[in-house]
T-cell receptor, first 114, second 114 residues
Framework: DTGVSQDPRHKITKRGQNVTFRCDPI?????LYWYRQTLGQGPEFLTY????????KSRLLSDRFSAERPKGSFSTLEIQRTEQGDSAMYLC????????????FGQGTRLTVV | DQQVKQNSPSLSVQEGRISILNCDYT??????FLWYKKYPAEGPTFLIS?????DKNEDGRFTVFLNKSAKHLSLHIVPSQPGDSAVYFC?????????????FGQGTILTVHP
């Protein structure tokens, strides 16, 4: 198993464009989380899935953000009409059943909105 | 509101000495506390955890102490090694529906000098 994989690693986009990120979790993990990290801060929770069900969304997640996890496998995070304030590292993590605090993180996708 | 705080942005320690990283929290509903380590260009990696029913947990060179009355936890690394140089994040999780949703501190950059 190669761990949690995120694609792309880097994304530069113009303000107003839409972007989509992908996360492939560790195969037997049933929970998948998205976090956002800005410079000098720790990761902030955005949303999480248990299998294909999205169970919680942070109030940080405006209506421009949407996440999916079809069939409980990979997940996508889409940001519509990007703003400069969306520039951050977007981290995906997955956890095994019953050990939900021991998250395995991917390397992240760094988004720069210009 | 910063529910988990790491007030020391950085710490410098000599190889072989003890490293002590501190973390304070405000939310009394947190039941699990964790430390994650992050190297540049990688996602955070789980290091050690402690539940609120314990006051100490040890794993090799790493020991986490929890003082619930003071809402304070610390990570001790003994002896420190140059490979321990990284950013250390303190994190906390509630139980029930919040179990697994992590709230992170801002991080402390640890530098261990040979």
């Amino acid at each position: 198993d190669t761990g949690v994989s995120q694609d792309p690693r880097h994304k530069i986009t113009k303000r107003g464009q839409n972007v989509t990120f992908r996360c492939d979790p560790i195969s037997e993990h049933n929970r998948l989380y998205w976090y956002r990290q800005t410079l000098g801060q720790g990761p902030e929770f955005l949303t999480y899935f248990q299998n294909e069900a999205q169970l919680e969304k942070s109030r940080l997640l405006s209506d421009r953000f949407s996440a999916e996890r079809p069939k409980g496998s990979f997940s996508t995070l889409e940001i519509q009409r990007t703003e400069q304030g969306d520039s951050a590292m977007y981290l995906c993590a997955s956890t095994p059943m019953g050990k939900y605090t021991e998250a395995f993180f991917g390397q992240g996708t760094r988004l720069t909105v210009v | 509101d910063q529910q988990v705080k790491q007030n020391s942005p950085s710490l410098s320690v000599q190889e072989g000495r003890i490293s002590i990283l501190n973390c304070d929290y405000t939310n009394s509903m947190f039941d699990y506390f964790l430390w994650y380590k992050k190297y540049p260009a990688e996602g955070p990696t789980f290091l050690i955890s402690i539940s609120s029913i314990k006051d100490k947990n040890e794993d090799g060179r790493f020991t986490v102490f929890l003082n619930k009355s003071a809402k304070h936890l610390s990570l001790h690394i003994v002896p420190s090694q140059p490979g321990d140089s990284a950013v250390y994040f303190c994190a906390a999780s509630g139980s029930g529906t919040s179990y697994g949703k992590l709230t992170f501190g801002q991080g402390t950059i640890l530098t261990v000098h040979p």
